[in-house]
């Protein structure tokens, strides 16, 4: 056991994340994501999504037409709330979350979620079905339970009928990154004693032409870092977390929240600053958080969407901080870049990698751009890391980064 108090000199008690779980294109739940992970194995594909005619590779959840909601909560159907039931039921997370429910209160319990387009695919049906007449959305249409960005944190509020408060962060492909933040001010102010937090965003034709049309869709799978790297592929994931104050006395192997850091340099609505400043902004105040210094940090999972300007602005970022000696990777080459549920995503691998010793090398790069500085791990690496951090970097300047460390 470790005492909390000798162990972590930040500036805010750190977080427990006391169960945490992870469902995407490379498999549902801890176990098949770290197979997938270990076996270096991608989920991307070429696009065969609903009627998409685009020479682009996608990131599917399996299982999502056979997934069928409570009669109670019908109301919510659709593909975003679909996967959030796939996720929540992975890892016995709901168990964990009903476990929790008893011991603090239902009105204790915050929830806390990122999206970026939730259930737009439900309103892209709709259209399909408008009445030719009179112009109508079909009656069964419900937008405030499917589309409306809260219809996620409104659904899984529901699903444990929880009463504590609830929010949904869009902050484009920062959200669920975000949501630690929104959750642990609130948990500060004393307004809950815990919360789920994390992120579920799912394939639509809404993002999958308009990321094409701004021409960041690659053609191949995504090769973040590479020198021929030329866009993302758009993927789709649920991944969740419970969040409580970390006890006095720890487990070794307990994974903590350390740091959060937010900016927003406004810099563009679609490009990133060039030479990274409120990334490296975002950064430097998770380290501060969390009382360590740059050379505290054993892996950075980085953003990395395999855009040009994205990795040579990321890079300048990382490397004004860490230099170019920590090992790094994206992870955006096995799952696709999953928007609103990335940084979600990304802070669960980062879990799984302090649990299981294991950097993760990033795929499908051949030749590393020698413009880009960094220690780029193209290979997974087994060693005892402590500390991690992670990336999130979302449209116009809006940055998170996460510090995680093992207890122990």
């Keep these: 056991m470790n005492s909390l108090s000798s162990s972590f000199p930040g500036t805010v008690r750190p977080l427990l994340l006391s169960h945490f779980t992870a469902t995407s ?6 176990q098949a994501t770290l197979a ?50 796939l996720g929540l039921r992975q890892d016995h997370f709901d168990d964990a979350v009903q476990a929790l429910a008893a011991r603090v209160g239902r009105r204790r319990i915050g929830v806390f979620l990122g999206t970026s387009t939730s259930g737009i695919l439900q309103t892209e049906m709709a259209y399909r079905q408008l009445d030719p007449a009179t112009g109508k959305l079909p009656t069964g249409f419900r937008y405030a339970a ?3 960005p809260f219809s996620v944190t409104s659904f899984v509020r529901e699903v444990f009928q929880l009463e504590g408060p609830a929010m949904t962060v869009s902050s484009a492909c920062s959200s669920s990154a975000k949501v630690f933040a929104s959750a642990r001010r609130m948990m500060a102010a004393g307004l809950i004693d815990a919360a789920i937090v994390g992120g579920v965003d799912s394939l639509c034709l809404t993002t999958l032409y308009g990321f094409n049309s701004l021409g960041l869709t690659s053609t191949r799978a995504c090769r973040p870092f590479d020198a021929e790297r030329d866009g993302i592929s ?10 409580e104050w970390a006890p006095e006395h720890l487990d070794g192997e307990a994974m903590l929240l350390l740091g959060v850091g937010e900016s927003s340099d406004a810099h563009h609505m679609s490009s990133p600053h ?48 860490f230099g170019s000696g920590t090992p790094c990777s994206s992870t955006k080459g096995a799952t696709g870049h999953t928007l609103g549920a990335a940084g979600g995503i990304e802070a669960v691998i980062s879990a799984l990698a302090l649990q299981n010793g294991l950097l993760p090398g990033g795929l499908n790069t051949q030749v590393l ?24 970097f979302g449209f116009g300047g809006t940055n998170c980064s996460l510090v995680f460390g093992r207890a122990g």
């Design 25 to 30: 294109c490379i498999g549902h739940g801890l």
């Design 369 to 392: 751009d020698p413009a880009l500085t960094l220690n780029y791990l193209l290979q997974n690496r087994d060693e005892a890391i402590t500390r991690v951090l992670s990336n999130s």
């Design 146 to 148: 499917t589309h409306n």
């Design 274 to 321: 060039p030479e990274g400043l409120g990334a490296r902004m975002a950064m430097q105040d998770a380290l501060d958080m969390a009382g360590l210094a740059a050379a505290d940090i054993d892996y950075i999972n980085l953003h990395g969407t395999a855009t040009p300007s994205n990795d040579a602005a990321e890079t300048k970022a990382v490397a004004a901080l």
């Design 36 to 85: 997938a992970l270990r076996a270096q194995r991608s989920g991307l594909k070429p696009c065969d999504f609903d009627s998409v005619d685009l020479a682009t590779w996608t990131g599917t959840v399996e299982g999502l037409d056979d997934e069928v909601l409570l009669p109670a909560l019908r109301a919510f159907d659709c593909r975003n709330n679909r996967l959030a039931q």
């Design 234 to 243: 758009i993927g789709e994931a649920a991944a969740f977390a419970l969040l």
